[in-house]
């Protein structure tokens, strides 16, 4: 699966290579961007999450992508489909990363919005979730301007047993 999987006026979607590993960690290291995580990764950690989403494309059809900026032709983000465990449901988790530099541009709907519309036009999904922590309020209004509504929230053991909601879409 080398070519891109979507592409939108502004953004390029398509899958990681291995030479991806340093303009992520430029991202998901970067502080303000992974605010809401339990931590920004390492170095180690990007080469880890580059290398599950290329075995869940094997896997699964689908994973997580690399969010390229035409314009700048430049990696700017992380959006993509994972097959997870969420509160004790297997679920496909809607998952979205922009760099903080590009924040409040639309780039994180535009680009989860490609991807939604993948997962149910070309992979056949019916229901699609994302969850954020109960105060990640950016990722909140892109999850409502996707048509998603709050299902409930839980306490998640992956994000420091953080409250976190559940919102989900199904079609």
Same mark, same amino acid.
């Given at each position: 699966? #080398?070519? &891109?999987?979507?592409?939108?006026? !502004?953004?390029?979607?398509?899958?990681?290579? *291995?030479? &991806? +590993?340093?303009?992520?960690?430029?991202?998901?290291? &970067?502080?303000?961007?992974?605010? %809401?995580?339990?931590?920004? %990764?390492? *170095?180690? *950690?990007?080469?880890?999450?580059?290398?599950? +989403?290329?075995?869940?494309?094997?896997?699964?059809? %689908?994973?997580?992508?690399?969010?390229?900026? @035409?314009? /700048?032709? $430049?990696?700017?983000?992380?959006?993509?489909?994972?097959? =997870?465990?969420?509160?004790?449901?297997?679920?496909?988790? #809607?998952?979205?990363?922009?760099?903080? @530099?590009?924040? $409040?541009?639309?780039?994180?709907?535009?680009?989860?919005?490609?991807?939604?519309?993948?997962?149910?036009? /070309?992979?056949?999904?019916?229901?699609?979730?994302?969850?954020?922590?109960?105060?990640?309020?950016? +990722?909140? !209004?892109?999850?409502?301007?996707?048509?998603?509504?709050?299902?409930? *929230? %839980?306490?998640?053991?992956?994000? $420091? /047993?953080? #409250?976190?909601?559940?919102? =989900?879409?199904?079609?």
């Amino acid at each position: 699966m #080398l070519h &891109d999987i979507v592409e939108t006026t !502004r953004l390029r979607i398509r899958p990681y290579r *291995e030479d &991806d +590993s340093n303009a992520l960690l430029q991202i998901l290291g &970067d502080p303000t961007t992974m605010a %809401f995580w339990p931590a920004p %990764f390492t *170095e180690h *950690e990007t080469q880890i999450w580059i290398h599950r +989403s290329i075995h869940s494309y094997q896997e699964h059809g %689908f994973g997580r992508w690399a969010v390229i900026l @035409k314009e /700048e032709d $430049r990696l700017i983000g992380d959006v993509g489909i994972l097959k =997870s465990v969420i509160d004790g449901n297997v679920e496909h988790d #809607l998952g979205y990363i922009i760099d903080a @530099k590009y924040w $409040r541009q639309g780039y994180a709907v535009e680009a989860a919005r490609s991807c939604m519309n993948y997962g149910i036009q /070309e992979l056949g999904l019916t229901r699609l979730c994302a969850n954020m922590p109960y105060h990640h309020h950016g +990722s909140i !209004r892109t999850a409502e301007r996707l048509g998603m509504r709050r299902e409930k *929230e %839980f306490h998640n053991p992956r994000n $420091r /047993e953080m #409250l976190t909601y559940l919102y =989900s879409i199904q079609v």
